[in-house]
């Protein structure tokens, strides 16, 4: 199987590197930290035991703990750490999340500030139109 990890990329002898996954830009990823089925890290600062899967993507921020990233969600400039969850093609760009928080289900978060540290917020998607129902 194929992993990349970009010349200017730094990845610690402990990170788990899975098939078809993709370090990219100044990232930094250190701890036990798990990419797996075809993630993709670029420009972020990752560590702890964090897990990013199933063709999820980051982009900038920083992530530490038991953080997850998971079924092509993408996170964009977030600090994320606890246990903090983004899930189920969720997007969330800027934000602080921490904690039990989980995010998933179509959900696009954006904010310049945003903060949240508890709860479960979904939005599901119409399969048939395509359209997001709250």
């Known amino acids: 199987y194929l992993q990349w ?3 200017s990329a730094t ?7 899975g098939p078809h996954t993709m370090v990219l830009g100044n990232a930094q990823i250190s701890g036990n930290v798990r990419l797996e089925n075809t993630a ?6 990752v560590s702890g035991q964090v897990v990013i899967r199933d063709n999820a993507y980051v982009q900038g921020g920083q992530l530490s703990d038991q953080v997850l990233i998971a079924g092509q969600s993408f996170s964009e400039n977030n600090t994320m750490w606890d246990q903090a969850k983004l899930v189920m093609r969720a997007r969330a760009s800027n934000y602080r999340l921490r904690g039990n928080i989980e995010v998933g289900g179509d959900v696009i978060v954006y904010n310049s500030s945003g903060d949240c540290d ?10 048939y139109d395509d359209k997001l129902l709250e």
Request: overall charge positive; proline content about 0%.
């Open 11 to 17: 990845v610690g002898s402990s990170v788990y590197l």
């Open 5 to 7: 990890v970009q010349n």
């Open 40 to 45: 993709m890290v670029r420009d972020a600062i």
């Open 118 to 127: 508890n709860g479960v917020y979904y939005r599901m998607t119409n399969y």
